[in-house]
């Protein structure tokens, strides 16, 4: 069965949601915490993700009439640029589609994946791994983060191809505004007489 684009909209948000909540609860449950004004992740010039994480974003774009205005200026963008919505400078610093954010970017820091030997390794920053927070984190707790592997895989039962093709970041944001605008074109068109 093909889901339509709302459909993934509504459920990949869902998914983003559940990821926040679990990547929170896991921070006040481990103590680790970004450090204030660190933005490391943020500045990651190799950062992949997939274009259907940020399908809500791009839906909210549309919705606010820039979307258009956004995906032109993306499309300027040079290769491999920090994310377009990186904005240290402004008043809160940080992401300035916060809410929007992508999956990669609720989950990294906060979670997890197994080794080889199949046990739970954070995938974290050097400057959490550098944290007394971290070095002091019980397995117990460590179990307890969101597993990164699982929630992808959720992603992908939405779209197997959109979820697992890796783009950097602003080409992945970049093609979910084409699809947006694609599909709201075609559904707004009228057929004639």
């Known amino acids: 069965m093909r889901k339509s684009l709302n459909y993934k909209v509504v459920h990949v948000r869902k998914l983003l ?101 199949d046990k739970p390794r954070l995938i974290t920053c050097k400057g959490i791994k550098q944290t007394d927070a971290f070095q002091n984190l019980l397995p117990s707790v460590l179990g307890k983060s969101p597993n990164f592997s699982d929630f992808y895989i959720r992603l992908a039962s939405l779209d197997f191809q959109l979820a697992n093709e890796q783009l950097q970041i602003n080409e992945a944001i970049h093609k979910a505004l084409e699809i947006v605008l694609n599909y709201e074109s075609l559904r707004n068109r009228r057929i004639p007489a």
């Open 17 to 117: 949601n559940e990821a926040s909540m679990h990547t929170e609860t896991f921070s006040k449950a481990s103590n680790l915490h970004c450090q204030q004004g660190c933005y490391s992740c943020c500045l990651k010039r190799d950062l992949y993700a997939s274009s259907l994480e940020f399908f809500p974003l791009a839906y909210e774009l549309y919705k606010e009439g820039t979307a258009e205005t956004v995906y032109d200026k993306i499309g300027n963008l040079p290769q491999n640029a920090p994310c377009y919505f990186f904005t240290p400078f402004e008043q809160n610093g940080g992401c300035s589609r916060y809410n929007d954010r992508g999956l990669i970017c609720r989950l990294f820091g906060f979670s997890s994946n197994t080794d080889k030997n």
